[in-house]
Nanobody, 129 residues
Framework: QVQLVQSGGGLVQAGGSLRLSCAASGRTSSTITRGWFRQPPGKEREFVAAITRTAGSDGKYYADSVKGRFTISRENSGNTVYLQMNDLKPEDTAVYYC????????????????????WGQGTQVTVSS
């Protein structure tokens, strides 16, 4: 069993920055892939970013809407992942969730929320105009 605890989030003006953190505990050896999703008000949960372990480095994937503005990273241990969010826009307003997947991913598999096994509690990010 894996537990994910999030921190960060808050209220920021458009153009500002925030960093989200997600710490894993329990059976962390199974958390090969880590991801971030978000759920805007009144909408379904959508993919934001993912990081998956490869030989000697991490592979990263981003939704088109955040590419070039958001950066996903992880500690060397792999237990804590981060989402650095720059140049925030009002449309980024959502509840953000971290997640963990057993195994590797690429392409559509990294964006499929059904393949993630563990989820954090969620944290609110609000971007004002």
């Amino acid at each position: 069993q894996v537990q994910l605890v999030q921190s960060g989030g808050g209220l920021v003006q458009a153009g500002g920055s925030l960093r989200l953190s997600c710490a894993a505990s329990g059976r962390t050896s199974s958390t090969i892939t880590r991801g971030w999703f978000r759920q805007p008000p009144g909408k379904e949960r959508e993919f934001v970013a993912a990081i998956t372990r490869t030989a000697g480095s991490d592979g990263k994937y981003y939704a088109d809407s955040v590419k070039g503005r958001f950066t996903i990273s992880r500690e060397n241990s792999g237990n804590t992942v981060y989402l650095q969010m720059n140049d925030l826009k009002p449309e980024d307003t959502a509840v953000y969730y971290c997640a963990a997947m057993v195994g590797y991913c690429s392409g559509p598999g990294c964006r499929d929320r059904r393949l993630y096994n563990s989820w954090g509690q969620g944290t609110q990010v609000t971007v004002s105009s």
